[in-house]
């Protein structure tokens, strides 16, 4: 039987596994056995560019927080080598950085699961997902979309602007004529 503070202590890290993982906009279990510091390195780097919480976690441990948020089909990809990668912001960020690793490092590294909004991602979600642009990159094709017309628009008021102020007529004036 454990003594008290140890149990103390596993379930306060279940208790804060349990909520980071509610408040995640989404969830990504991977087994990382195999690779090497300097890549777990680079990997934490873009995870952490991108505002991604990346952490080793127990199994057992794992368990008890998913089982708690009802993400019980989660509970057979827990064994071996299992780290969590959570955010609450771009939804997106987790599956592409650790989709586009797991290809860079082929067998060595794996995403076990997904959730996103209190569901258990299948394998084909997670790789249609995983192929969208980043939130920053969707926002900045929508500001282009929406701005291309206005800027194309004033490009011609300033052309015809430019030429009643040098006195020339409109094309436009001119073919009526």
Same mark, same amino acid.
């Given at each position: 039987m454990p003594n008290a503070q140890v149990l103390s202590e596993k379930q306060?890290?279940?208790?804060?596994?349990?909520?980071?993982?509610?408040?995640?906009?989404?969830?990504?279990?991977?087994?990382?056995?195999?690779?090497?510091?300097a890549q777990d390195t680079e990997l934490r780097t873009a995870l952490r560019q991108e505002d991604v919480e990346y952490t080793v976690i127990k199994n057992t441990l794992a368990r008890r927080a998913i089982d708690s948020l009802g993400y019980s089909a989660l509970d057979e990809k827990l064994n071996g080598t299992t780290s969590l990668a959570t955010t609450t912001g771009d939804p997106i960020a987790p599956l592409r950085i650790l989709t586009d690793y797991a290809k860079k490092m082929n067998s060595k590294f794996a995403v076990k699961a997904a959730f996103m909004e209190n569901k258990v991602l299948? /394998? !084909?979600? +997670? $790789?249609?997902?995983?192929?969208?642009?980043?939130?920053?990159?969707?926002q900045a094709q929508l500001i282009g979309a929406v701005c291309g017309p206005v800027i194309?628009?004033?490009?011609?008021? /300033? !052309?015809? +602007? $430019?030429?009643?102020?040098?006195?020339?007529?409109?094309?436009?004036?001119?073919?009526?004529?």
């Open positions: 306060a890290i279940v208790a804060a596994l349990t909520d980071r993982m509610q408040n995640a906009s989404c969830g990504v279990l991977v087994d990382y056995e195999g690779i090497t510091v299948s /394998e !084909a979600e +997670i $790789a249609e997902l995983s192929t969208l642009s980043s939130k920053k990159d969707l194309g628009l004033l490009g011609v008021l /300033e !052309a015809i +602007i $430019a030429k009643e102020e040098s006195g020339e007529e409109p094309a436009a004036e001119a073919a009526a004529e």
